[in-house]
């Protein structure tokens, strides 16, 4: 009967034992959720949503890569461009961009326009000897009758200068004191400007009157004056009693060569 009794108390104070402890460890779980409270109210770092609605775009951009942090929507990162996937740094149109860059970069804020701007072509002028018209004051002309072709004159004009002339178009002659002048032969043009050199000479001829004396209004005189292309005017000595002229007057352009003159 004590056996029992002591068997019956000992169950006893293991359940009241039990129950004691079930009721500290359920006492443990308040204080943990009541931490777990308290932790849940402090600040909490940003998550990748809050990242996303404080300004960060989630899209992808166009290269394919995910936007880091720092950049912004257009892919731009430490104030510098990104283009085809490459970062460059720096703000750009300040610069001058060289060695066959973009062409919309300009060099120093201007447009090129190749090197040291255009060039420009050489002149001929000053090269070469100095060149000046033939007149009176630069040769020394003579008039003198010829034998053959009949009622022919040459005049002979000579660079008394030091330096180059040009004897131009053709011998403006006027006998005594005509009116007018006579007129030119054009089948007598040289192909080039008659050119002297000092010392040099030129030459024209003059058809004084027609050899079969179909001429009309004629004359003698014994003065003669040859105008030049310069303005100028030479008084060539004629001599004996002088040369008869009619209608039939002529003269031909400047020649090279009494030849050519006279032919």
């Known amino acids: 009967m004590s056996g029992r009794l002591t068997r019956t108390r000992l169950l006893a104070a293991t359940t009241v034992a039990v129950a004691a402890l079930s009721l500290t460890a359920c006492g443990g779980g308040d204080v943990k959720d009541e931490g777990a409270a308290v932790s849940s109210s402090s ?26 942090p720092g950049e912004d ?9 990104k283009n085809g996937g490459s970062t460059t740094g720096g703000s750009t149109g300040s610069g001058s961009t060289t060695g066959g860059k973009t062409g919309s970069s300009t060099s120093g804020g201007g447009k090129g326009t190749g090197s040291n701007g255009s060039a420009t072509g050489g002149s001929d002028d000053g090269n070469g000897p100095s060149r000046t018209p033939c007149g009176a004051k630069n040769t020394k002309t003579t008039a003198t009758p010829v ?35 006579p007129p030119v032969i054009e089948s007598t043009r040289p192909q080039a400007v ?16 027609a050899a079969d004396g179909s001429g009309t209004g004629g004359y003698t005189t014994s003065s003669l004056t040859i105008g030049f ?27 090279t060569s ?3 003159a006279l032919n």
């Open 43 to 68: 600040p909490a770092a940003p998550t990748a949503s809050a990242s996303r609605s404080a300004g960060t775009p989630a899209t992808t951009p166009t290269g394919g890569s995910a936007t880091k």
């Open 73 to 81: 929507a257009a892919g731009t990162s430490g104030g510098g461009s």
């Open 147 to 181: 034998s053959r072709p009949l009622n022919h004159m040459l005049l002979t004009v000579t660079n008394t200068g030091s330096g180059l002339c040009e004897l131009l178009n053709y011998p403006v002659a006027r006998f005594g004191e005509a009116q007018s002048v």
């Open 194 to 209: 008659v050119t002297l050199a000092p010392g040099e000479s030129g030459y024209a001829a003059v058809i004084l009157s």
């Open 229 to 255: 292309a310069d303005d100028s005017t030479s008084t060539p000595r004629l001599s004996g009693k002088g040369v008869y002229v009619d209608s039939s007057l002529r003269v031909t352009y400047w020649q």
């Open 258 to 260: 009494m030849d050519n």
